[in-house]
């Protein structure tokens, strides 16, 4: 080892050595509700804790059938991206054929019905 590099490793180790000196000691209390609170105040609430007393839950379900997240548009070949997956005219999504794709709305047909969706 040439002597920049003892010097450099030297600046590492006391770099190091000052980090774990400033660090506070780990606590093996439990943080109080409010104070766990507060570390969460610009989110509303702590999304950890869970209201066991019959409280309303601020999840809402998920949705049901195919969601629509987007439209890439090209009017030669319009895509879709429906459920995660990206898909075109023709192509099958829980059990329904995608039928159309317009620049707004993508609808489906399982052979019975025919289903319309939106980007939400």
């Known amino acids: 080892m040439d002597t920049r590099q003892r010097w450099f490793l030297g600046l590492v180790v006391v770099a190091l ?6 660090a506070p ?7 109080s509700a409010e104070q766990s609170q507060s570390r969460y105040s610009e ?6 804790i869970i ?12 949705p049901v059938g195919p969601t629509l ?3 890439l548009w090209d009017p030669s ?10 898909v075109g005219v023709g192509d099958h999504v829980e059990g329904c054929r995608v039928v159309e794709i317009t ?5 489906l047909s399982d052979g019975v019905t025919t289903k319309t969706l939106t980007v939400q």
Do not use: M, Y
């Open 17 to 22: 050595v000052e980090t774990v000196a400033a």
């Open 25 to 31: 000691a780990p606590s093996s209390e439990k943080p």
């Open 43 to 48: 989110w509303g609430e702590n999304p950890f």
């Open 51 to 62: 209201d066991r007393h019959g409280g309303q839950s601020s999840v809402e379900a998920a």
């Open 69 to 71: 997240s987007g439209i």
């Open 77 to 86: 070949n319009p895509c879709a991206v429906i459920n995660g997956h990206l």
């Open 103 to 107: 620049k707004d709305e993508v609808v």
